[in-house]
Every structure is written in structure tokens, then in C-alpha cells.
């Protein structure tokens, strides 16, 4: 896509239509979390993660391949696409093996953690002002989360170590977004520059295989469907449609969306694994969708397509 056609593709705030995509996403990332806890039962969280983003980078470059789309060009993004490459394998070792060590619902709670430090290096890096209705609406939506999880908070020794990971795949997962804002990365094309990212997670996880365990437990259908699933569905369409909205809109207003993902991960959890489904989560919804509403409204609502 040429310069002039991606300026006039931007947008100043979230419309309607990218609202319902990420309610799709962040509904289909929630789902992820809980395939991710049934792979393990046949994969190691390292060698998933190695998994995951070489089935998917092969997915990804045939697409490429077949639409005719550039990847090898000159563009100057090499030096970014590296650095980013970096911060997203540590993001999702941290994530996966973290999530090996605590609960789905503590996981996904402190993974979207993201959109806070997503607001704090918005509005010094990128210039995305911080402001007070934001910050309300932020900390509304995250209350709804506070609700659904307030009776899982705490505990210590192997939990901690997994909930600290997890608070950590948030930070990268944020500061990930953040260079991609500032770079050339921005202005490339949304295949070029998830296959940056995965080629370099591949890469972080190869070099950390030796501290993990034996990388195959034990490779029953199960398991080996929900790592297909993540690496071709999630890894392979999901964050294109992702990288493709954040060069397009605001990074603070759409990973605001991404509180809504632990939600729909304890929902799909009470589905699929048989976790509680408690009042907790209606009320969470609640705040969730006022929280959403605050932040990315402009004016008196959002922008219609």
C-alpha cells in the first residue's frame, strides 16, 4: 500500500467497524489462553511457543506468497523488525510459561495489564494524550476485571513466580506496540511484520530450549489440535488483522479492547474446562463495555463508519 493510501486510511479514533473486530479477536484471544492450558498436556510452554510461531510463519509466508506480497525489500525496518522480533519472543515466553505456573484467570488478568503501560508510553512516546476521562475509563474496565478475579488474587512461591511473568508479557507486550508506533514498522505491510515477530520469537525460544523441559509430554489429538489452532488461526490471521488495525488507529484506543480478552478467556474456561461461572462475570461485562465506551468516545460517541 503506497504512503498517500495508508495516510488516508488512518483514523483519529476507533469506529464501529474496528469496535466489532476487536470484539472478535479479543473474544478469539481469550479462547487462546484456554488452548494454550490444554496443549500443555502435551507440549512444553517453550517448544509451544517455538511451535507455534514457525507452523504459523509458514502459514504466513505462503499467503504472502501467494497474493504477490513484497517481504524482502529494502524499506529500512530491518533494525526495528529485529528489536521487535526480540521483545515479542520474550513477551510470549513470558506468557506461556508463566501460564504454566498460575491459573487462566490470573494469567489473562495480569497479561492485560498491557493497556496501562500501553496509555503511560502513549502519551510519551507517541504523543497519544493521556487524559483524565481515559485514565477513569481505564481503571472502570479494569475494575470489572477486579470483580471476576478479586477471589483468585494472592498467593505465593510457584504462583507468584507465573504471576510475575505474566505482568511482564504485558510490559513487552506493550512496549512492543510502542516501537512498532515509532519505527518504519509502521508503514509496512501487516504480513512483513508479524513475520518479523515470529521469526524472532522462534529464535528467543530456540536459544532458551536448553533451561526448559523435554520439549514433547505427550502428543495426543488434543493437545496437538489446540497447538494448530493457536499457531494457524491465532498466530496466523489474528495478528495480521491486529498489526493491520494498529497501523490504522489509535494503539491507547484499541488496546483498550484488550481488557474484554481475560473476560471472554474465563467464559470460554467455564465452557470448555468447567470453571466456575459466577455473577462476577456479568458484572464485569458491565464495567468492562462503560469502561470501553469512556475511553474511546470522542465527542458524544464513536465515530460511525
Known sequence: MSGVTDALDRRD???????AIMVGLTFSWGLNYVAAKISYAGYDPVFLSIARSVIGGFCVFLWCRWR????????????AGTAVGVLFGIEFLCLYVGLEHTTVARNTLLVNSMPFWMLVGGHFLLGEQITL?????LLLAFGGLAAVFSDKLGGGGDMLFGDLLSLGSGFFWALTNIL????KLVEASAEKLLLYQLAGAAVVGVLVMPLAGPPIRDP??????ALLFQAIYVVAFTYVLWFWLLRRYPASGLSSFTFLSPVFGVLCGALILKEPLTIRIFLALGLIAAGLIIVNRRARKLTPV
Open 180 to 183: 512498532i508506533k515509532r519505527s
Open 133 to 137: 476521562r481515559k485514565f477513569l475509563g
Open 13 to 19: 479514533t476507533v469506529d464501529l467497524a474496528a469496535a
Open 68 to 79: 504477490g506480497i513484497a517481504l524482502f525489500g529494502r524499506d529500512g525496518t530491518l533494525l
Open 220 to 225: 495426543a489429538l488434543l493437545p496437538t489440535l
